[in-house]
């Protein structure tokens, strides 16, 4: 009788506060116990763990893009290649002469043109902060506790927020939407694609990893510390990631021995046979949030921390240190030039800006050359936007950052600007395994330029995300959301258009 | 692009070049003598561009603007084949001097701390601004060596002043000051648009009142107006359009309505944001009011621009109004240059967008006989560059102002420099370099 743990999650949720149905819920989860081998009882399944995300399967035509220069986000560029995709996925990439391309194609002349993945923002705040900025629209923040690791991003997304299509025309394909910096622990992030739909769960990138997002700084201070209450200054903010880190390692030793003497009533009640057997160890009572943070020491929910300042991030790898915990990406760090041996050898990723700087006093110290320095030592290297404005063009802020470094003598190759909002951000969202570069198998997430995507001139003329067509700028840009329809002028996104439609039959 | 980084990776502006028929260089780059770039492409601010031109400054004017040509003697020449060379870019609407961390209070001089009037004429510029900001030096290093700075917040802000960013103290950075009276329309959570705009007008109104006769508000015999006599004093110069006011103001329908009153009162006018002056494109044409605007601000922010769009500048520039960019924040100064470009990307001419950083914001704020153009007898204040200024990939090789070649270092280069090498820095117990030994 042994459920699916993801219909076991929802049960228990729903039964929560019933002893009986907690109960029967911990019998029905637990796998099925072979008869015949009383010996050895199945460990019950831990209400967080479920099987690994099915990736579903996607239609979408087989398509050949032949002639264009492809970048592959990885460092390397095909010229004059075919790129051959079908059903969502990669399928062929390579020189006009090495690829052929099977009858029955659709084939879309790029010659002159640029591919490259479809861009990748690993800082967004869109849907939880839509356009415009009003009072009812700010979702993002949950500004009640400095912990609020119970909430998630997703909750707060509304899909019809209109910076969403001017993204996407702009050559995005995926996003981390994450929760505000006024709290210590914001919440769950939500990684998402760019296509458009009804809810959240439209949206959601299968398979991707859950997200923390977590803020250093002035930020929870100045939010807390203007209410007088903590925390009001760093030593507050500290103590209040150790105290929640705490109480997530407490939740799970609760779990850990509830498991041990479910396992141990099992063996009894396996072995004995009894008619009357005692009831089952019940469950204790779960706390998303601690949850969360539980996965988050566990490696699997992906740590996302706002942080300028090195000193302070040197001080959140101790305490993660001290905790076990993994941190994956730092945002924002105008500072991690400074400690960037540190955060290679760690394996830390750094995800910031091309040039935002001094509006405030933990953002003084930037320098232009940040990423180009990241990157030389080795770090995995993002550069995100943080806003629906700079997440149109993460191409020209790539190129800006490049040029800093090479002005510095920091000789670059072009190929690790587009990494920055590729295949590194892609390991941002942990979803690196299934999109932000060129390769078979991965998603067909796909992005045709007019120039040189590193050109303030270039413009995006084509976008797929899964290998659908979802922007054409030839044929006068993308869909408004709801929210522009009626407004009383005509709207568009994306550039006016300067070219014919570009597709050719064979 | 090799060649150019070969030409001008290491410095150009000290490799004088001896090239038939000229004579060569003074040894001395004394104050005041004269330098000849020769051989760049010449974008004049007008629109205009020169292939293989000759720039001659004297002083800290230019003296010569044209096809190569000869040098006069004793000035020293500079090889500029490959570069291009512009006029050094104007900020406007901005704070840049006046703000160094905007979330730190006591470091914000674009607005007063308390009391928060909604009418500030008597506040200006001038009186804040500090030419030793750090933010100057991140804004020079990209080409920009003029500024507007100006005050914000409130429904009239205040005075605004030209200044150069010059990097030596005590040099006067001041130009001009009250060169403009700035105002803001945009919603607020304080007012809405008729009450800001009756505010306003009952602002004028009563600087009408006491312009009309200083002598009797003096004495006591005007009728009590509630605004002190230093704001009557500012504001009654925007009246007849002696002292331009920039007003702030994002839809098309609160356009034509400050039209109307700028009408009644005679205003010269400058719009700023103007987000969809675009609808309005004509009206503003036949008004020849200049536009403050950002050319990348395309989406709807707020309700007031809801019908914002990339093409803005595009619509506003075949209308036949100037256009000035702006990126309206201190910190992003440096960008200005990445405005024109999208600009032109979206379908601007290369000649407008050119004008739009610094030609016309020189004609707008009263300044077009010194600045905004590469012309003889103008303030020699140019930047010359490695490549396309409106591109991503190219940078500054040299920014001069007022004739003198001007540093292109900020605060940033030095952290950067400090940290170019982590062997070089301290740790503590772990070990000081040698270099912080030996201090």
Redesign the interface.
Known sequence: MGLDPPLCRGMVSAMRGSFWGLVWVALACAPPVTRGDPATPTTPALPWESQPAVVPEVESPLTAFVGGTLMTGLGSEIVDGVLLFQDGRIEALGPRQVVSIPPGARVVDVGGRYVTPGLIDAHSHMGVYP????AAHADGNEATRPVTANVRAADGFWPQD??LS?ALAAGVTSVLVLPGSANLIGGQGVSLKLLPGRSVADMKFPGAPLTLKMACG?NPK?VYGERHTAPSTRMGNVAGYREAFQSALEYGAKFSEWQAKHQSWQKKASAGGKEEAEPAPSMPTRDFGLETLLGALQGRVLVQIHCYRADEMLGMLALAQDFGLKVRVFHHAVEA??I??VLAARGVGVATWA???????EA??????NLA?LTESGVRAVLHSDS??LV??LN?EA??S??AG???GIMLDRHVALAWITSNAAWALGVDNQTGSLEPGKMADLVVWSGDP??????VDSVYVDGQHVYERALGGGRPSD??LG???E??V???A?RSPTEVKP | MKRREALFGLGAHTAALALPGLLLPSQARAEGGARAWLGATIWTGDGQVIEDGLLISVGDRISVVSKAGPVPGGAEVIDARGAIITPGWVATETALGLI?????ATTVDARPRRGLDAIRAAFSAADGYNQLS??IG?ARREGVTSAVSSPEGGLVSGTSAWVDLVERFPEPALVRENVALHASLLETAENSRPGLLSELRDALESARLYARSPQSYDQGQTRELSLSVLDLQRLSQVLGGALPLVVRVARGVDILRLFKLAESYQLRLILSGAEEGW?VANQIAAARVPVILDP????????A???A???NA?ILGAAGVPLIFSGFDA??A??LR?LA??A????LSRAAATRALAFEAARAFGQGADYGLLAAGRVANLCIWNGDP??????AIEVVIRGRSASTRSR?TE??ER??D?GQ?PRGRAGLPPSVRER
């Open positions: 356009l415009p900025e009003v209109p910076a001017h002035e100045r030039y400074k960037r041996d040039d935002w700087w001094g509006f405030k006093l003084y110290d930037t320098v232009r050359e320095l629906p404005a149109q063009r020209q190129a800006k490049l040029s090479r002005r510095a590193l050109s303030v001139y270039s413009h929210f522009e407004q009383g002028l709207l568009r994306g550039a006016p300067t | 160094e961390v905007e979330l730190e750090t933010l991140v609808s990348m601000r395309n989406l709807p922010m707020s309700f621009s809801l019908q769009r990339r093409d595009v910190y992003s440096h960008n990445q470009g999208n032109v990307a979206s379908g409106f591109e991503l990939g190219t940078w940033q952290l950067f940290y170019r982590l820095v």
